[in-house]
């Protein structure tokens, strides 16, 4: 069988044009009879009225403030929770400086050979010392 070049290509150019209809349906009027319209340029159509433009990018712009409004919300209370989480933790960390600030006054007096306020009590509620039975 020979087949010059350009009878292969107009081949293979309408086995591609029938693939592409197979995977994508028919394309409206568009049929083997009829010509698909080369231009079919993407995005805003001509002829639109200005009223409706005006309409639409009023609509458009107060979305865009609303989105605007609700992010600012959403960022304050994002940035009020950090801030009480931070307080919270401050608090935290001041609370056990104050206990080990005790612990090292404990551990001078102890050094010195005398009990500390607060110490024998702590080490009962502990449960490490047990309170010494009276007898009758």
């Given at each position: 069988m020979n087949i010059d070049f350009e009878t292969m290509a107009v081949l293979?150019?309408?086995s591609q044009n029938e693939s592409?209809?197979?995977?994508?349906?028919?394309?409206?009027?568009s049929g083997p009879d009829t010509e698909r319209r080369e231009s079919g340029k993407r995005g805003r159509r001509p002829g639109r009225k200005a009223q409706l433009d005006k309409q639409d990018m009023k609509a458009k712009l107060?979305?865009?403030?609303?989105?605007?409004?609700?992010?600012?919300a959403r960022k304050k209370l994002r940035y009020q929770y950090l801030e009480e989480l931070v307080a919270d933790r401050e608090r935290s960390v001041l609370a056990?400086?104050?206990e080990l600030d005790k612990y090292y006054k404990w551990n001078q007096e102890l050094d010195q050979g005398r009990m500390p306020e607060g110490l024998e009590a702590m080490l009962q509620e502990l449960g490490v010392?047990?309170?010494?039975?009276?007898?009758?």
């Open positions: 293979e150019e309408e592409i209809d197979g995977v994508y349906g028919s394309l409206g009027a107060e979305r865009s403030r609303q989105s605007a409004r609700e992010c600012r056990l400086r104050k010392v047990k309170q010494e039975e009276k007898p009758f």
